[in-house]
């Protein structure tokens, strides 16, 4: 089993820059890769970004592409989402993600994921 904590949400305004932090703890020496999804109200949940946990290659969606960064820190068993310049429209629940096994590259959808966080909110004021 591996446990997820995000955290790092909260309530901003257009323009600013948020790092949303998810913490994993348990069985990490399996995680394959990690991922952040969002999920805005009456939406369903997408994929915004992935990193495979030994080589740190990335994958982004398109619509968050130069504004998100995904990265890790091993020693901290940790992933972080740099977003900046954000936008109303970016307003969701924020989950992450861990893979244990490779499915392909990237993964990016809910069914290549095995475990999951509880999410954190964040809300973009325009």
């Known amino acids: 089993q591996v446990q997820l904590v995000e955290s790092g949400g909260g309530l901003v305004q257009a323009g600013d820059s948020l790092r949303l932090s998810c913490a994993a703890s348990g069985r990490t020496f399996s995680t394959y890769a990690m991922g952040w999804f969002r999920q805005a109200p009456g939406k369903e949940r997408e994929i915004v970004a992935t990193?495979?946990?030994?080589?740190?290659?990335?994958y982004y969606a398109d619509s968050v592409k130069g504004r998100f960064t995904i990265s890790r820190d091993n020693a901290k068993n940790t992933v972080y989402l740099q977003i900046n310049s954000l936008k109303p429209e970016d307003t969701a629940v924020y989950y992450c993600a861990a893979q244990t096994y490779g499915s392909g590259w990237p993964p990016t959808e809910i069914r290549d994921f095995h475990f999951w966080g509880q999410g954190t909110q964040v809300t973009v004021s325009s």
């Open positions: 990193i495979n946990w030994s080589s740190g290659r990335t």
